[in-house]
């Protein structure tokens, strides 16, 4: 009747080293261990010499007893008394051999199953740990059975047991089983040993027994098979739809451990599960994870997502979309894991397609709420590009990925973003120094039109943080543009302007006046008449370098209103509306007059272009005079009002209002209304004339201007 109890008394001695702790001599002990080991084998064996298979059932049901309270508490203490009853519970297997097999395999299922504190995620996690230290000790046949019966554990209805069946299904994927086979636990001296005494006493009842009983012939220890593998890794997929959100959030990360595993069952198990098909299983149900209600369960699969394309041979625009969406997830976790998955993608697979994914979404959170998600693109920004770039070397090797990233932010119009990410890294701990100013001046003018243009970009992003370069390089290259200027990248002309500009006290006098008289001859050229794009910005430069001496810019403004006035083109009346933001004295009425004619009723013959340009003119002189937008607010407002007006002009008066809104508010508060009421029909508009993306032009370093010509008279 007390059969269990004594074996449960008998186990308190030889299956734990917590008896070390309470001073007992240690000849003692071990005198009192072989004992107790005898004494067990003695009620384990029949009178005829034969193990008893239900002796050691009840022996194993003691021992789950002992598992199940050191797992529930996880005091350090109980993580020695862990290892020793495994110890312990491995050497009577390997005694008793086919008689314990069954009797260990029921006390796999019951730790598995038995639901003692297992809503407590440590211990799940001891109770794991446990069951993975035993069950590496069974034969093939047994390990396979067992993993069957998880498998079924998995689905049933209780939480916990999908908890439990889930990380062990994980654990035995990502092999983490072999790190916690028992032989590799240290015994406790011979405390542990149930055989330690045999070698000692020649005339215990041990010596006339076999002391081991073998496994089954032709079984090894256990491993996980190719067809174990993939209905394994269907089991953890089928949890990714569970009603847990815990559950899903392990599942998604599972998966992601298997697609970047080098095993190669593992491999194809995920290879037959995506299917052959141009969606992959996986990738769709990542897509449909990152709608989630959870955070938890949208960032496991914006992590998947990311090994998921970093694994793939190709990268498709539409995938990259998932984490570009993630990007601007409200949870701080979900965007952080979404930036740092597209950042690693673009540098393991630089192409256009991963450039522009990583401008579309991280690039946009510099303007993030959160400091830490702009800390984190600002780093992310440095590694793309200011760390790898060097100076210019004829046929050398060179990283592509700076340029390529430049060439996306020309080509989305995102130098904003890019002065921004430059004035964050300058003011980090990462600081950017002006060595990266002389690297990039080394590509200037060596390869094609279009490095040169990607050097500029970066160059007008840095500028302002180093007031003090050197601009030599620049003027010679500029100079040396000079007599090809009609085949020049106009956005280039541009940028050397806005350069030169945030550069010119470092300039000598010499230089400076002779690059005045340059810009000067320039503007009052025949041709200064057909705008170019840079004109305005050309105008300010000149100004810049002598802001004393402006009588040119009076000059050059009489002389292009008495043009205007006399029947000149529209360039003339654009020609002089850009002069008369840098010329001190006002420009007259009847300039004002001329370009405000054609937006109310555009003469036969104008083109919607030229209209287009009359708005913009209109809006030069509302910044150039407070008494002018005033004048203009309400032709412009009737303009942008008109749905029949053409689409450019009612863009520009759009802008103009703008303009005016920021120089002169108290004009604009006047013309609200005409605005508000059709932004959303000037979106749409614009939308269907399909004019964005915008093209690319430098913005005018004017304060007294916010945009160059070219944003605004185009059509």
Same mark, same amino acid.
């Given at each position: 009747m007390n059969f269990e109890d004594i074996l449960g008394n008998l186990l308190e001695v030889v299956g734990s080293t917590v008896v070390c702790k309470l001073n007992i001599d240690s000849l003692l002990l071990t005198n009192i261990t072989d004992c107790v080991n005898n004494i067990i084998s003695i009620l384990i064996y029949n009178s005829d010499e034969v193990p008893n298979a239900e002796v050691i059932k009840i022996l194993f049901k003691c021992l789950l007893n002992k598992f199940i309270a050191a797992s529930v508490d996880n005091r350090n203490a109980n993580n020695l008394v862990r290892a020793s009853y495994v110890s312990y519970t491995a050497i009577l297997l390997n005694k008793y051999g086919k008689a314990a097999l069954s009797s260990y395999n029921i006390l796999l299922q019951h730790l598995c199953y038995t639901l003692d504190g297992l809503e407590r995620a440590e211990v799940r996690t001891a109770r794991i740990s446990l069951v993975l230290g035993l069950l590496i000790l069974l034969p093939t046949k047994l390990y396979e059975d067992l993993i069957k019966w998880v498998l079924k554990l998995s689905t049933t209805s209780k939480i916990s047991h999908r908890q439990v069946a889930?990380?062990?299904?994980?654990? /035995?994927?990502?092999? !983490?089983?072999?790190?916690?086979?028992?032989?590799?636990?240290?015994?406790?001296?011979?405390? %542990?040993?149930?055989?330690? %005494? #045999?070698?000692?006493?020649?005339?215990?009842?041990?010596?006339?027994?076999? &002391?081991?009983? #073998?496994?089954?012939?032709?079984?090894?220890?256990?491993s996980v098979s190719r067809t174990a593998h993939a209905d394994i890794i269907r089991a953890v997929y089928e949890r990714v739809h569970d009603v847990s959100s815990s559950l899903r959030m392990r599942a998604l990360t599972i998966l992601t451990e298997c697609v970047s595993s080098t095993d190669p069952p593992t491999r194809e198990a995920i290879k037959e599960l995506n299917g052959c098909g141009d969606a992959p299983r996986l990738l769709a149900v990542a897509?449909?994870?990152?709608?989630?209600?959870?955070?938890?369960?949208?960032?496991?699969?914006?992590? /998947?997502?990311?090994?998921?394309?970093?694994a793939a041979d190709r990268v498709v625009p539409n995938d990259l979309a998932i984490l570009i969406s993630l990007c601007?997830?409200?949870?701080?976790?979900?965007?952080?894991?979404?930036?740092?998955? /597209?950042?690693?993608?673009?540098?393991?697979?630089?192409?256009?397609?991963?450039v522009d994914a990583f401008l579309t979404g991280p690039m946009n959170q510099l303007s993030d709420p959160e400091a830490?998600?702009?800390?984190?693109?600002?780093?992310?920004?440095?590694?793309?590009?200011?760390?790898? *770039?060097?100076?210019?070397?004829?046929?050398?090797?060179?990283?592509?990925?700076?340029?390529?990233?430049?060439?996306?932010?020309?080509?989305?119009?995102?130098?904003?973003?890019?002065?921004?990410?430059?004035?964050?890294?300058?003011?980090?701990?990462?600081?950017?120094?002006?060595?990266?100013?002389?690297?990039?001046?080394?590509?200037?003018?060596?390869?094609?039109?279009?490095? !040169?243009?990607?050097?500029?970009?970066l160059l007008t992003g840095l500028a302002r943080h180093?007031?003090?370069?050197?601009?030599?390089?620049?003027?010679?290259?500029?100079?040396?543009?000079?007599?090809?200027?009609?085949?020049?990248?106009?956005?280039? *002309?541009?940028?050397?302007?806005?350069?030169?500009?945030?550069?010119?006290?470092? *300039?000598?006098?010499? #230089?400076?006046?002779?690059?005045?008289?340059?810009?000067?001859?320039r503007l009052a050229a025949p041709t200064s008449a057909v705008d170019d794009g840079c004109r305005t910005a050309c105008a300010t430069l000149a100004a810049h370098l002598d802001p004393d001496n402006l009588q040119w810019a009076t000059e050059l403004l009489? !002389?292009?209103?008495?043009?205007?006035?006399?029947?000149?083109?529209?360039?003339?009346w654009l020609l002089a509306a850009d002069l008369s933001l840098v010329a001190p004295s006002p420009p007259s009425e009847a300039l004002l007059q001329l370009l405000l004619g054609p937006l109310a009723d555009p003469p036969p013959g104008m083109s919607a272009a030229e209209v287009g340009a009359c708005a913009a003119g209109a809006g030069r002189l509302c910044v150039r005079s407070r008494e002018a937008a005033a004048v203009a607010a309400p032709a412009l407002a009737a303009l942008l009002r008109r749905q029949g007006a053409?689409?450019?002009?009612?863009?520009?008066?759009? /802008?103009?209002? &703008?303009?005016?809104?920021?120089?002169?508010?108290?004009?604009?508060?006047?013309?609200?209304?005409?605005?508000?009421?059709?932004?959303?029909?000037?979106? +749409?508009?614009?939308?269907?004339?399909?004019?964005?993306?915008?093209?690319? +032009?430098?913005?005018?370093?004017?304060?007294?201007? +916010?945009?160059?010509?070219t944003s605004v008279s185009g059509g």
């Open positions: 889930l990380e062990i299904l994980g654990k /035995l994927l990502t092999n !983490d089983a072999e790190e916690l086979r028992p032989n590799e636990i240290p015994f406790q001296n011979s405390t %542990s040993d149930p055989s330690s %005494s #045999d070698s000692q006493n020649d005339g215990n009842v041990e010596n006339n027994r076999q &002391t081991s009983q #073998d496994l089954p012939e032709g079984e090894e220890v256990g897509a449909r994870c990152a709608c989630d209600e959870r955070a938890v369960v949208r960032r496991a699969a914006a992590a /998947l997502v990311q090994r998921l394309l970093a601007r997830d409200a949870s701080i976790l979900v965007r952080t894991s979404a930036i740092t998955g /597209l950042s690693e993608i673009l540098m393991q697979k630089p192409c256009d397609a991963t830490k998600v702009q800390e984190l693109v600002m780093n992310q920004i440095h590694q793309i590009l200011f760390e790898r *770039l060097h100076n210019y070397t004829v046929g050398g090797q060179e990283d592509t990925l700076p340029w390529l990233f430049l060439a996306g932010v020309i080509r989305h119009n995102m130098r904003r973003h890019l002065q921004k990410a430059c004035a964050l890294l300058h003011n980090s701990p990462r600081s950017i120094g002006p060595r990266v100013v002389d690297i990039v001046g080394t590509h200037l003018g060596e390869a094609d039109g279009a490095r !040169d243009l990607q050097s500029l970009v180093f007031p003090n370069s050197d601009p030599r390089f620049l003027l010679r290259y500029y100079y040396r543009l000079d007599d090809d200027i009609q085949v020049c990248d106009v956005r280039i *002309l541009g940028l050397i302007y806005e350069l030169l500009t945030a550069w010119s006290k470092a *300039l000598t006098a010499p #230089d400076r006046d002779t690059l005045k008289a340059h810009l000067v001859r009489q !002389d292009a209103e008495n043009r205007a006035v006399n029947g000149g083109s529209v360039g003339e053409p689409l450019p002009a009612r863009l520009n008066a759009l /802008l103009a209002l &703008t303009d005016v809104c920021v120089r002169w508010v108290t004009v604009f508060i006047a013309r609200l209304k005409a605005g508000a009421g059709c932004g959303r029909m000037c979106h +749409s508009s614009v939308m269907q004339s399909k004019l964005f993306p915008v093209p690319f +032009s430098p913005v005018c370093a004017s304060t007294r201007c +916010s945009r160059s010509p």
